[in-house]
Nanobody
Framework: VQLVESGGGLVQAGGSLRLSCATS????????MGWYRQAPGKQRELVAT???????????NSVEGRFTISPISRDSAKNTMFLQMNSLKPEDTAVYYC?????????????????????WGQGTQVTVSS
């Protein structure tokens, strides 16, 4: 499975960027996609996620109202999702990583079984200048 990210770059404070993420190589059902970020010297943190079944979203407090994650678009073995980032601040500067979680359900020995498979992109740099 491959995750390809694009859309990062350098922008002034108050500006906007749109990140995109596309998965390929899996025919499993996508359960969730999202974005995490890691600033220098800090731990990786959740930015936003969206669940494919009901488009339910989760945002970290610091981006609520400024960032919007799109519903997952599914086309055969490809899943695409976007993160619109508005009113960017210098503290949004980080490497942004796309995350994808695939989930399968099966029956084994008359018991239901759930298997999760998660993948990460290589990251895209977002730099916001003051």
């Amino acid at each position: 499975v491959q995750l390809v990210e694009s859309g990062g770059g350098l922008v002034q404070a108050g500006g906007s960027l749109r990140l995109s993420c596309a998965t390929s190589g899996s025919t499993l059902s996508i359960h969730m996609m999202g974005w995490y970020r890691q600033a220098p010297g800090k731990q990786r943190e959740l930015v936003a996620t969206i669940t494919s079944a009901d488009n339910s979203t989760v945002y970290t407090n610091s981006v609520e109202g400024r960032f919007t994650i799109s519903p997952i678009s599914r086309d055969s073995a490809k899943n695409t999702m976007f993160l619109q980032m508005n009113s960017l601040k210098p503290e949004d500067t980080a490497v942004y990583y796309c995350y994808a979680l695939f989930r399968t359900f099966s029956t084994e020995n008359n018991h239901g079984r759930r298997d999760d498979y998660d993948y990460w992109g290589q990251g895209t740099q977002v730099t916001v200048s003051s």
